[in-house]
């Protein structure tokens, strides 16, 4: 298992896809233990918008989440969008991030994946 330094995981949302909620919830579990297992990890995971939900108390993927936080990957959740949701104080996964984290992210890493 390596974390690759050029690589950002950026997860702007809770589900992939825009159709049923429960099949993006499923295929976001699945595409997030496909990325671990494939052994490549981000350097950092980046979480927006409703994707706070996947580092928050009650999340499904909270055990590869966290999997993915300790085998190196830096996970940070958008300190605007928890307050938004009021999980603020339901954040189990990594640490608060702002806009100018994400902007400076998606500027540096030499490869932005988001499903």
Do not use: W
């Not at 990890?41 to 580092?55: D, E, K, V, W, Y």
């Not at 928050?56 to 958008?78: H, N, Q, R, Y």
């Amino acid at each position: 298992m390596s974390v690759d330094n050029d690589l950002l995981l950026l997860l702007k949302s809770s589900g992939i896809g825009d159709g049923e909620p429960d099949l993006g919830a499923k295929l976001m579990n699945a595409f997030l233990h496909v990325l671990y297992d494939g052994g490549r990890l981000p350097a950092r995971i980046i979480c927006m918008n409703s994707g706070i939900f996947l580092t928050t108390e009650g999340s499904p993927v909270l055990d590869i989440m966290k999997k993915f936080a300790e085998s190196g990957s830096e996970v940070l959740s958008c300190g605007t969008c928890l307050d938004y949701f009021g999980r603020a104080d339901k954040l189990l996964v990594g640490k608060p991030g702002n806009m100018k984290d994400t902007v400076a992210s998606m500027l540096s890493f030499k490869q932005v994946l988001a499903p």
